[in-house]
T-cell receptor, first 113, second 112 residues
Framework: DAKTTQPPSMDCAEGRAANLPCNHS???????VYWYRQIHSQGPQYIIH???NNETNEMASLIITEDRKSSTLILPHATLRDTAVYYC??????????????FGQGTRLTINP | NAGVTQTPKFQVLKTGQSMTLQCAQD?????MSWYRQDPGMGLRLIHY???????DQGEVPNGYNVSRSTTEDFPLRLLSAAPSQTSVYFC???????????FGPGTRLTVT
């Protein structure tokens, strides 16, 4: 199963783009990269996912390198409400068809006014 | 839609007591899961279900039982609570294997 490496913490100024890196050098060809975040004490919230193409939705953009060994989550205009722990997760595959998400330590992103 | 709901929000148990954490979703999702989160750590999968009548173990299943008699509900039972089960418990559901998971607000459990 592919594992991910993320910096433990990052800071970003409000209104600027927040770029969160993730290393997943052992990812296999059929594994997706998912990003979730957890705002203090709340349940995790899905942000975005991708396989090999760059993806964008209303919350963020996901940039995956061509070799798929790393990715970057981009929050284009960070607000104070984006302060959270961000988890980069590589889907570990199927066991009786279940989607099992393995959460690591994540990156604690602090948005500063 | 209410999404994923969990009850209770807080619970204190004494060692050896049993209880059931409730989880329900109104999105007609087939896949449901239970996670626990200990302080400063990521989430760990306890049990999951791929549909009514089908459940399986995750990473840390010991001390917990689950059943899935309906699509909507996925209760988690603590058979004999231990202090090591003090944690925040999250329930999640998803439409299909390739879709994102929706998480409930969590249940904070303390076992004394």
């Amino acid at each position: 199963d592919a594992k991910t490496t993320q910096p433990p913490s990052m800071d970003c100024a409000e209104g600027r783009a927040a770029n969160l890196p993730c290393n997943h050098s052992t990812i296999s060809g059929n594994e997706y990269v998912y990003w979730y975040r957890q705002i203090h004490s709340q349940g995790p919230q899905y942000i975005i996912h991708g396989l090999k193409n760059n993806e964008t939705n209303e919350m963020a953009s996901l940039i995956i390198t061509e070799d798929r060994k790393s990715s970057t989550l981009i929050l284009p205009h960070a607000t104070l409400r984006d302060t959270a722990v961000y988890y980069c997760i590589v889907r570990v595959g199927w066991d009786q068809g279940a989607q099992k998400l393995v959460f690591g330590q994540g990156t604690r992103l602090t948005i500063n006014p | 839609n209410a999404g994923v709901t969990q009850t209770p929000k807080f619970q204190v148990l004494k060692t050896g007591q049993s209880m059931t954490l409730q989880c329900a979703q109104d999105m007609n999702h087939e896949y449901m899961s239970w996670y626990r989160q200990d302080p400063g750590m990521g989430l760990r999968l306890i049990h999951y279900s791929v549909g009514a009548g089908i459940t399986d173990q995750g990473e840390v299943p010991n001390g917990y039982n689950v059943s899935r008699s309906t699509t909507e509900d996925f209760p988690l039972r603590l058979l004999s609570a231990a202090p090591s089960q003090t944690s925040v418990y999250f329930c999640a559901s998803s439409f299909d294997r390739a879709y994102e998971q929706y998480f409930g607000p969590g249940t904070r459990l303390t076992v004394t």
